[in-house]
């Protein structure tokens, strides 16, 4: 006697029953039809009655990021893809086939089935992500890289299960076949592993953010981090291009990150002005009243003087030598107004270090090197004030009689010996003797 199907069983002994078709491709086509029936109302039922459940539901919760943040990643349609596969899988046996084909038809459904529920797993974490992207915490913890490293152990166990299901076997089985090879996974995941120990060391200790401008020289990155993820990190250089680190070497290697300087509020001004020297000279009485006049160098050469005064005045008769006296120069007078300039200066931090020094002069001059914090950290409010700063500094330096030094250009060479051809043809004094031509150092006269 034939076996009965699960279709004879599943209808029963009424009219269906006693009209069954009694071909097998029959029987085949109305089974069929009948998954083909039961898939489309489960997945109606998935797509349209739970997923607007779930949305209105988070909407009444004040989780309204969060709903569409499933909907863009495609949860939602995940799910009501993967249970009409499961209900056809629950209900092969209503196909009248050999058992051998039919067990391989319902674990293939089977597998879809799961493959989809994962994709939904793997939707709620990038819907997760994105609602934490929104939120002030992002900007000092990153997430990603856990976020990452969960959807690649999602895809491992997916894996694992559709294999399985696949070949029936137990997945059991093929875990503790996954021993034998770890030594091959290491090897496969070693930046894995590395990325992972990097993001969790950077994380909690607090060594890079989003937004945060580092340099990092030896892999050409110089700009704001724009994206940390478990593998790499991008940096947009102020060119606009994106320089692609990865995530161990910023742990492994040292880098530059500019964000403390941001959040000091001030931004240090660093600059060297370079002095010919053969313009720095002692100061006359005449000159010294001269510069009296100028309300910054006011109380300076006061007390300057005052102090000069009683220090020759202790070297009794030496004091007649102008050679034991001491006197004002123009380069220490200039760097006594700079620093008094400065501390008027309302955009610079008066309470962070303020020097104006000199450094050891060689065969470019002498270098007197301003050092100061501006109070804006942006680049170009800070350029701005550095600007203004100098601009000042270096228009007063003639008031002093002192002048910036700069090597000869090709100019200025060929102007002296057009004033040599001249003075030749004229017969007038050599240049040599001129005293209004001053040659570089090293220059040849004719």
Known sequence: MQEETMLERWMGDGWLMNNMPDALWAQVLLGVAVLLALSVVTGWIAS?????????????????????????????????????????????????????????????????????????????????QDVYDASTRAQTRSIKGYLELGKIVLWAVCLILVISILVNRSPLLMLSGLGALSAVLLLVFKDTLLSLVASTQMTSNDM?????????????????VIDIALHTVKVQNWD????????????????????????SGGRRIKRTLRIDAGTV???????????????????????????????????????????NRRRLTNIGTFRAYALA??????????????IVRMMEPDAQGIPIEVYCFADKTAWVEYERIQGDIFDHLLAILPELSLRLYQSP??????????????????GSTPMAASPDIAFPEGAAVR
């Not at 291009?241 to 300087?261: A, D, G, H, Q």
């Not at 006011?298 to 000069?308: F, P």
């Not at 300039?341 to 303020?354: A, G, I, S, T, V």
């Open 409 to 426: 250009s090709g100019a200025d060479f060929a102007r002296l010996w057009d004033a040599g051809h001249a003075a030749d043809a004229s």
């Open 240 to 263: 606009k291009t994106v320089t692609t680190i990865p995530t161990y070497k910023l742990f492994s290697e040292s880098y530059r990150n500019w964000r403390y300087m941001f959040e």
């Open 48 to 128: 349209r009655v739970l997923a607007r459940l779930a949305q209105r539901t988070l909407d009444a919760m004040g989780r309204k990021d969060w709903s569409r943040a499933l909907s863009r990643r495609r949860v939602f349609r995940s799910v009501s893809y993967a249970v009409p596969l499961l209900v056809i899988m629950a209900n092969i046996g209503l196909l009248p086939i050999a058992d051998p084909y039919l067990g391989f038809v319902g674990r293939f459904f089977l597998s879809a089935g799961i493959v989809f529920l994962f994709m939904a797993l793997n939707g709620l974490l990038a819907a997760w």
């Open 281 to 323: 000279r002692f100061l006359t009485e005449e000159e010294i009243a001269g510069l009296s006049r100028y309300a910054l160098l006011k109380d300076y050469l006061d007390g300057k003087q005052r102090e000069l005064e009683e220090t020759n005045r202790s070297l009794g008769e030496l004091a007649g030598l102008q050679g």
């Open 208 to 224: 890079l953010r989003i937004g945060d401008w580092i340099e990092m020289p030896q892999a050409g990155a110089d700009g704001f």
């Open 341 to 354: 300039y400065l501390k008027r200066q309302r955009e610079l931090h008066q309470d962070m270090l303020m």
